[in-house]
T-cell receptor
């Protein structure tokens, strides 16, 4: 079964510092990987995806993610964190080849401190 | 901006009552999903529709949950009878045709369900 793991429940960074939210994946076949963000009392919002191509994927709000096949990782990054980036971040993978449904990780709460 | 609309936003009910949650997917989207979010289990896929046909509802307790798409503009999730363990936030999401640049889901704001 396709799965993703987010090893950190919470990440704290200071505003202006770079941030990394970690994700590792386990898939059979080609991985279709995603990052979503959830703000309080809201649904999830798409940030970026990796389907194929460049290992560095750029997304919304200045976020990017690096796909690393040898380490089976897809970490989310941002060069300079903002307080407004504080939210719950989910890594996700297509749950089965050929399907659009996603399996989500457990989520990482990002707290950016002023 | 086009958005997925879910109603109601909040629902408090007593154990044993029927609960119906509704979702209006984005016009033109052909895939619809129901997810449940809890602290303990995270996000779980309950049901998955493509072109209004159910592709997968294996994530739902069949004895009490049912999901339907009576038309392309409405998806429903029903719980009958409801139980306290059903308390969660239920999200509907829709996705457009195609792949590649269309490979993303759009989520509604969810229905927060509390079963007392």
């Amino acid at each position: 079964a396709q799965s993703v793991a987010q090893p950190e429940d919470q990440v704290k960074v200071a505003e202006g510092n770079p941030l990394t939210v970690k994700c590792t994946y386990s898939v059979s076949g080609n991985p279709y990987l995603f990052w979503y963000v959830q703000y309080p009392n809201r649904g999830l919002q798409f940030l970026l995806k990796y389907i194929t191509g460049d290992n560095l994927v750029k997304g919304s709000y200045g976020f990017e993610a690096e796909f690393n096949k040898s380490q089976t990782s897809f970490h989310l990054k941002k060069p300079s964190a903002l307080v407004s980036d504080s939210a719950l971040y989910f890594c996700a993978v297509r749950d089965r080849p050929g399907r659009r449904a996603l399996t989500f990780g457990s989520g990482t709460r990002l707290q950016v401190q002023p | 901006d086009a958005r997925v609309t879910q109603t109601p936003r909040h629902k408090v009910t007593e154990m044993g009552q029927e609960v119906t949650m509704r979702c209006q997917p984005i016009l033109g989207h052909n895939t619809v999903f129901w997810y449940r979010q809890t602290m303990m289990q995270g996000l779980e896929l309950l049901a998955y529709f493509r072109n209004r046909a159910p592709l997968d509802d294996s994530g739902m307790p069949k004895d009490r949950f049912s999901a339907e798409m009576p038309d392309a503009t409405l998806a429903t999730l029903k719980i009958q009878p409801s139980e306290p363990r059903d308390s969660a936030v239920y999200f509907c999401a829709s996705g457009p045709l195609g792949s590649g640049v269309n490979e993303k889901l759009f989520f509604g704001s969810g229905t927060q369900l509390s079963v007392l």
